[in-house]
């Protein structure tokens, strides 16, 4: 149940109004409009139960008078019904939450913890848990383990009934369940082992979700209380507002006294309303409040609660919105209790009742109300004229431009928008991405959004320019240094760090502010990046990437079932993706060359003509070929490897320190047996005989995912003949020669049988048996038919059976190394790498975006920029002042940082040359130059051109023009060169992050 109170006209027309949005948004959700005829919510337990409130789990209250929401938060207590508050008044705003004295959290951050592989445990009070070398857990103090597969640890005596288990009948450590310790991020302590052996060997460490019960202090008594009950995690997300809480408590029941009294709100410039607020607040204050912070804080409340600051409401939309799914679904750990935050820093600067005058406008009401008398006038014109970059129009894109639309940035007469993304509009962006309807589906995400932001405010018509662009170093000429240069800020929407990398340094040469942003599900970020005042995106390193899985785990290993899916997926492209396109591209290149191939060289060449020849050789010419196909497959991958990887490695096996082969993480696996009656194995016959039809033009059965289909298919695959499994002691020395290789990043080597090179009288031979084999193909194909279909991994459209394929594919591997199964939608983001993304961090982030942009436009000290760092699911965010420019010392008295940019322009630009630029180098910073580059291609190297023989060529390149020697655009002023220095104190070093150089040439 949602309620908000107005005016009895804009209230019905904005519910009718929003409603059918909502409807036209999500079709599956039900939406009833109870309207009350003009009445308040009652104040009375029997007008609540009269007008349905018990029938609802949840009830959200916002702007609402204080006497209501406490008769609603009674009402709610007594029935345990989910109650949350959420308020914005102009740059003020506030979430309250009451979930009841006992509420369960079943996942209390939404972290995917995974399981660990032991090394050693002690036998001590404090048992420790070392693990592998090289492995980090991710476990906190107080999380529930549990341990199995370990060697060894058998129980000592009678001490079973003091054992914690999720099995009966312990007799040993295994499948007890133990509270974590932290020591370190390679081991950790779980209580007394004294009870057990010692440890032998082996062991994992699993994670177990538990549910944590938490209480909430009712609403109607915190109301009015003189300090609340904060959110311990929320309360200092800013560490320069800590008293802002206790102020914006007192403003908010100031406001609630006001309204009561007067039945309006405050209005901004009328002085007698002020100061009447102000001596309300001076009422409710506890004594020890700082009386001069209290009444800015105080006055500036007072003029702009009559108004709403659209960027904090999109924030606290988002946020309010994720603190309602998690009262009905007790996933991620809610808000206890109250949870302030205000922007007052983009509001103009009031420190006495005087300053209130800075609020008067016009008395003409326009729809930019709200942003004039938040922002002030100067802000609002600032906004009005911002010439804003916007590079993507995905998820945030979407939400920044909302958040444009209603400030109204770039709607002035100087102002402008540009918004450039690539991408089209596909159905799994409709669950976050909200200027999108199924109608949009295949439409360019720039123009649809751009159309729907000037729908939402009509003054961007002809101010926002929609491209299809991307902003990469191909497309410089179209945002070139001069479009840089030209704007007055930049905000990213982007979802790799590549591309971030990229615009920030271009933001960087050019001296243009840029806001960058980015969400994974719970999670966000915002950092602010202010021409020489703070730090640049480039300028921390990124972490190593821990996630790349080693070769053999992949092929031979596997820890977890992502190595699974991963397999598999890589499995679908080499079967119907890379091999379908090489026969198709040796097949043109034949037809084409009039039935002689192109000469093969390399070796790489020869392995794809025996692969096609192997393809035309077992292609299919009925969907029955296709069945037989995909059991033979499945006896391949899921029996006979594994036979082969066992005859390789015996489960006896030693290591050459004599210890066991087959120990964590290297799991043996055990082989299938083909069942039509087992689900899995049906799904993976379906999938892989449909998509092998596919490949070569075979019409396939209808509703062949229906799972009766797939379950004749798979009766049928029953009936084919397989193969005898014959032991190779070729591909045995294979694979252990890729097992030996492994540290030394071996080559993946080819254990599938395709053969070894062959020499030039075999390769003749192949080239005729391949146009032999082609020619006999393509005289059954008919007219307009291909060779073959190459079929390109595509995620988003579930009847192409790709994920169906990969599911089952990898669920088989899974179960053949004893891993746990991962559902269909789990595989589907996994192997279609989908970054998790949720509509309410989506919200919050670029809520706080647009936010520091009006800082930003409006010129605000460093200090009161904030970088962001948000979880929705903890819950907390930390806002902090942007980090300075990192500065390298060069010289004594030279220092650069990132933002320094050496200019050099003689006397005659056009003729100028390398001599001229080191001379005005070495003299102006003291400094030898050495060599040059431009954009990243060597124009002079000294080494290379100090070598005997090439003096006249070294005299000619540092004399010749530098406009002659680069291939430069027509009309090009300048180029920018990166030249190396040499290290005065140190002979033969080069000095590190000296400045770009700017060289006029005109």
Request: contains cysteine.
């Given at each position: 149940f949602f309620f908000f109170q107005a005016e009895d006209g804009i209230r019905d027309f904005c519910l009718s109004r929003g409603l059918g949005d909502v409807y036209k948004r999500q079709q599956y959700v039900r939406v009833d409009l109870?309207?009350?005829?003009?009445?308040?919510?009652?104040?009375?337990?029997?007008?609540?139960?009269?007008m349905?409130?018990?029938?609802?789990?949840?009830?959200?209250?916002?702007?609402?008078?204080?006497?209501?929401?406490?008769?609603?938060?009674?009402?709610?207590?007594?029935?345990?019904?989910?109650?949350?508050?959420?308020?914005?008044?102009?740059?003020?705003?506030?979430?309250?939450?009451?979930?009841?004295?006992?509420?369960?959290?079943?996942?209390?951050?939404?972290?995917?913890i995974p399981e660990v592989f032991i090394k050693n445990i002690t036998n001590e009070k404090e048992g420790k848990v070392t693990l592998i070398e090289g492995l980090k857990h991710k476990f906190e103090d107080g999380d529930l383990i549990e341990i199995n597969n370990i060697q060894g640890m058998m129980l000592v005596g009678e001490q079973e009934e003091e054992i914690v288990a999720s099995k009966a009948d312990i007799k040993s450590i295994n499948g007890t369940l133990h509270k974590v310790k932290v020591i370190n991020s390679n081991s950790f302590s779980i209580g007394d082992t004294t009870k057990y052996s010692e440890y032998l060997g082996s062991g994992i460490a699993k994670f177990q979700r538990t549910p944590i019960e938490i209480s909430f202090e009712p609403v109607h008594e915190a109301l009015y209380s003189k300090t609340p009950p904060l959110d311990q995690n929320m309360e200092d997300a800013d560490f320069m507002k800590l008293d802002h809480s206790l102020m914006s408590h007192i403003a908010f029941q100031t406001l609630d006294t006001f309204i009561q009294k007067e039945k309006r709100y405050p209005i901004p410039h009328k002085s007698e309303d002020l100061?009447?607020?102000?001596?309300?607040?001076?009422?409710?204050?506890?004594?020890?409040?700082?009386?001069?912070?209290?009444?800015?804080?105080?006055?500036?409340?007072?003029?702009?609660?009559?108004?709403?600051?659209?960027?904090?409401?999109?924030?606290?939309?988002?946020?309010?919105?994720?603190?309602?799914?998690?009262?009905?679904?007790?996933?991620?750990?809610?808000t206890k209790g109250f949870f302030y935050m205000d922007t007052i820093e983009v509001t103009p600067s009031i420190e006495k009742l005087e300053d209130v005058s800075k609020f008067k406008h016009s008395t003409e009401h326009s729809r930019d109300d709200s942003v004039k008398y938040c922002l002030g006038p100067q802000l609002y014109e600032k906004l009005r004229d911002c010439r804003l970059f916007l590079v993507g129009a995905g998820a945030i894109g979407c939400e920044l431009l909302k958040n444009y639309a209603m400030l109204g940035v770039g709607s002035g007469p100087l102002g402008e928008i540009t918004v450039t993304d690539p991408d089209i509009i596909e159905v799994s962006n409709l669950n976050r991405q909200f200027l999108f309807r199924e109608k949009h589906l295949r439409k360019p995400k720039s123009l649809t959004a751009a159309a729907a932001a000037i729908q939402m405010n009509s003054n961007l018509k002809g101010k926002i320019l929609a491209r299809l662009d991307k902003v990469q170093p191909a497309t410089e000429h179209t945002f070139n240094d001069k479009y840089f240069e030209s704007l007055s800020i930049v905000t990213n929407a982007l979802d790799n760090v590549q591309a971030r990398k990229y615009i920030d340094s271009r933001c960087v040469t050019n001296k243009t502010p840029l806001i960058e942003s980015g969400t994974l599900g719970p999670k966000g970020h915002v950092q602010v990046i202010v021409p020489f005042k703070t730090e640049s995106y480039g300028s921390q390193s990124d972490p190593n990437d821990e996630n790349e899985i080693p070769h053999c785990t992949l092929k031979m290993f596997p820890e977890e079932t992502l190595h699974c899916v991963e397999w598999a997926r890589d499995k679908f492209g080499k079967l119907f993706s890379q091999k379908t396109k090489a026969l198709l591209k040796l097949a043109d290149e034949f037809y084409f060359a009039q039935d002689l191939l192109p000469s093969i060289t390399t070796q790489q060449e020869q392995q794809t003509l025996r692969q096609a020849i192997k393809m035309l050789k077992t292609r299919p010419k009925t969907f029955d070929d296709c069945i037989e196909w995909g059991r033979k497959k499945y006896q391949k991958y899921f029996v006979n490897d594994v036979r082969q990887l066992m005859y390789t490695y015996p489960i006896d096996m030693k290591t050459k320190e004599g210890a066991p082969f087959w120990s964590l993480p290297k799991r043996p696996p055990t082989e299938l047996l083909f069942q039509s009656s087992d689900e899995l194995d049906c799904y993976f016959i379906?999938?892989?005989?449909?998509?092998?039809?596919?490949?070569?033009?075979?019409?396939?059965?209808?509703?062949?995912?229906?799972?009766?289909?797939?379950?004749?298919?798979?009766?049928?695959?029953?009936?084919?003949?397989?193969?005898?499994?014959?032991?190779?002691d070729e591909k045995a020395k294979q694979i252990s020669s890729?097992?030996?290789?492994?540290?030394?990043?071996?080559?993946?080597?080819?254990?599938?049988?395709?053969?070894?090179?062959?020499?030039?009288?075999?390769?003749?031979?192949?080239?005729?048996?391949?146009?032999?084999?082609?020619?006999?193909?393509?005289?059954?194909?008919?007219?307009?038919?291909?060779?073959?279909?190459?079929?390109?991994?595509?995620?988003?459209?579930?009847?192409?059976?790709?994920?169906?394929?990969?599911?089952?594919?990898?669920?088989?591997?899974a179960k053949t190394y004893k891993l746990e199964h991962m559902e269909w939608i789990n595989v589907k983001l996994k192997a279609g790498r989908i970054i998790p993304a949720l509509a309410t961090t989506t919200s919050c982030v670029a809520g706080l975006q647009t936010i520091e942009l009006c800082k930003v436009i409006a010129g605000t000290e460093i200090e009161h920029l904030k970088n962001a760092f948000l979880s929705l699911a903890v819950p907390i965010m930390r806002l902090s002042e942007p980090g300075p420019p990192p500065v390298t010392k060069l010289l004594d008295n030279l220092k650069v940082t990132i933002w320094d940019r050496w200019v050099v322009k003689t006397q005659d630009s056009a003729a100028t040359n390398i001599t001229q630029v080191f001379e005005t180098l070495l003299k102006t910073y003291g400094l030898k130059p050495r060599d040059v580059f431009y954009r990243s291609e060597p124009v002079y190297m000294e080494n290379l051109m100090s070598i005997h023989g090439r003096e006249a060529e070294k005299e000619e390149t540092l004399?010749?023009?530098?406009?002659?020697?680069?291939?430069?655009?027509?009309?090009?002023?300048?180029?920018?060169?990166?030249?190396?220095?040499?290290?005065?104190?140190?002979k033969d070093e080069i000095l590190t992050n000296t400045p770009l150089v700017r060289v006029h040439i005109k």
């Open positions: 109870n309207k009350r005829n003009g009445e308040e919510l009652p104040l009375l337990e029997k007008g609540l139960e009269e349905g409130l018990g029938e609802y789990n949840l009830v959200l209250v916002t702007e609402t008078a204080y006497e209501q929401q406490a008769a609603v938060s009674a009402f709610c207590r007594k029935r345990n019904i989910h109650l949350i508050s959420c308020d914005v008044y102009g740059v003020f705003s506030r979430v309250i939450c009451d979930f009841g004295e006992k509420f369960l959290v079943v996942d209390k951050n939404g972290e995917d100061e009447s607020f102000l001596k309300l607040a001076q009422d409710i204050k506890p004594e020890e409040a700082d009386q001069v912070k209290l009444t800015k804080f105080i006055l500036t409340f007072g003029c702009t609660c009559m108004y709403v600051f659209a960027p904090l409401a999109a924030f606290m939309g988002g946020y309010a919105a994720q603190e309602c799914i998690k009262a009905l679904t007790g996933k991620f750990m809610p379906s999938a892989a005989a449909c998509l092998r039809a596919k490949v070569f033009g075979i019409e396939i059965p209808q509703n062949a995912r229906n799972k009766e289909i797939r379950e004749l298919l798979g009766k049928q695959a029953e009936k084919v003949s397989v193969p005898n499994f014959k032991p190779s890729q097992v030996n290789k492994e540290n030394e990043n071996a080559q993946e080597i080819d254990v599938e049988g395709e053969g070894s090179v062959g020499n030039q009288p075999e390769l003749e031979q192949m080239k005729k048996e391949f146009q032999k084999l082609l020619e006999e193909y393509m005289a059954t194909l008919k007219e307009g038919q291909q060779v073959c279909y190459p079929e390109e991994f595509e995620k988003d459209n579930d009847e192409n059976q790709h994920i169906d394929y990969i599911y089952a594919m990898a669920n088989l591997r004399k010749k023009p530098i406009s002659d020697l680069l291939d430069l655009e027509e009309g090009e002023e300048y180029v920018d060169l990166t030249i190396t220095f040499e290290n005065p104190n140190k």
